[in-house]
């Protein structure tokens, strides 16, 4: 236990819950960071990772960043998440989900989960058999849903305000976007971004995926080797966390840093390091923060599409003052969002 306590990424966490059944195979870890401001809600993100200390060390960052995220958007909610540990293409059984829906309902109420990367709204309905403490899950039922659509508008919108700021305009026509990851929440972004005028490159693991994901946003692939080098205006990274790192931050060539993935900076030091070298950065946690959004009013029995992308619609401003304080300050975006977020939960 005192590795948990001692672990680089501990951040006064409230709970970590490492949750393991025999009989189906569960091996997990929950994550609460703060419910300063209510339950802890985020993802469930199923991954084969190396090993658990990887497993732990992604747990902790996420669930922090989800009592970021959640603070200002101004929702009602702390921050929690949940990693499980398997192959979501070879791994997933329906009698795993539901023993990972009984790990959530040994919580009563404390942590809130939604869907993340490797889980699907059918995995949100197996894990409700279990537990009422789950949501991301079918409208049919009075819920919102799939959340990436969400997530893909609250990230456009930041783009859209990261270029006014950075570039001088309000449109985004023939403004050269590399995308970076074409899963539910790249894929759309892109097709969003198509549908403004902008030019955009999309890479992915899968080819198939990104060239689906090309076709829709009038865009042309780009392989996963030379997307974070790219010659573009904005990159918008929608994969991987760390990606921003002594190797990568130096050889970037990008005026704009404002994407969908959680945890990009490897280090906090590489916010200073970006700014460095002139490159605008949009807080992830910040930019991505519409699906949680969406999640929130599911949470609050009356789920209605319009509030929450009149919600949504709220992010830029939250960006914009980032920016300012920063500028005032001469600090980066990202330590102002996180003394923001710190000082709404308690800890500033």
């Known amino acids: 236990m005192s590795a948990v306590f001692d672990h ?23 994550g609460i960071h703060s419910t300063f401001l209510g339950p802890a809600a985020g993802g469930v993100r199923m991954a084969n990772y190396t090993n ?22 101004g929702l009602p909610l702390g921050g929690g998440k949940a990693v499980l540990v398997g192959n979501p293409k070879t791994d997933k059984t329906p009698q795993l989900m539901r023993g990972l829906g009984r790990a959530i309902e040994g919580l009563s109420g404390r942590y809130l989960a939604a869907e993340d990367v490797g889980m699907t709204l059918a995995d949100m309905e197996q894990i409700a058999l279990e537990t009422n403490h789950v949501f991301g899950r079918d409208p049919k039922a009075g819920f919102g849903g799939e959340p990436s659509p969400m997530t893909a508008l609250g990230v456009l919108l930041s783009i859209k305000t990261c270029v006014r700021r950075f570039m001088g305009r309000d449109d985004l026509g023939g403004v050269r976007i590399a995308v970076q990851g074409a899963g539910a929440v790249g894929a759309d972004l892109a097709r969003q971004l198509g549908q403004e005028g902008a030019d955009v490159l999309i890479a992915d693991v899968d080819p198939a995926r990104a ?54 900076l490897a280090e906090p030091r590489h916010g200073l390091a970006l700014a460095e070298r002139g490159i605008l950065y949009g807080p992830d946690y910040v930019v991505n923060a519409g699906g949680i959004i969406n999640v929130a009013y599911e949470v609050s029995g009356n789920y209605d599409a319009a509030r929450v992308i009149e919600h949504i619609h709220r992010v830029p401003k939250t960006l914009e003052q980032i920016f300012e304080e920063a500028a005032e300050e001469g600090l980066t975006p990202d330590v102002v969002a996180d003394r923001m977020a710190q000082h709404l939960i308690g800890r500033s």
């Open 8 to 30: 680089v990424e501990f951040d006064h966490h409230e709970r970590i819950v490492f949750a393991h059944d025999h009989q189906t195979g569960l091996r997990a870890i929950i």
């Open 52 to 73: 658990m200390d990887d497993a732990l060390t992604d747990v902790l960052r996420l669930s922090r960043g989800m009592s970021y995220k959640n603070a200002l958007a």
């Open 211 to 264: 060239q689906a994901a090309a076709a829709a946003a009038g865009g042309q692939v780009i392989s996963v080797e030379d997307v974070l080098f790219a010659d573009v205006d904005v990159l918008a990274p929608c994969a991987l966390g760390a990606i921003l790192n002594d190797t990568t931050i130096p050889a970037l060539r990008t005026k704009i840093v404002c994407g969908a993935a959680n945890n990009q």
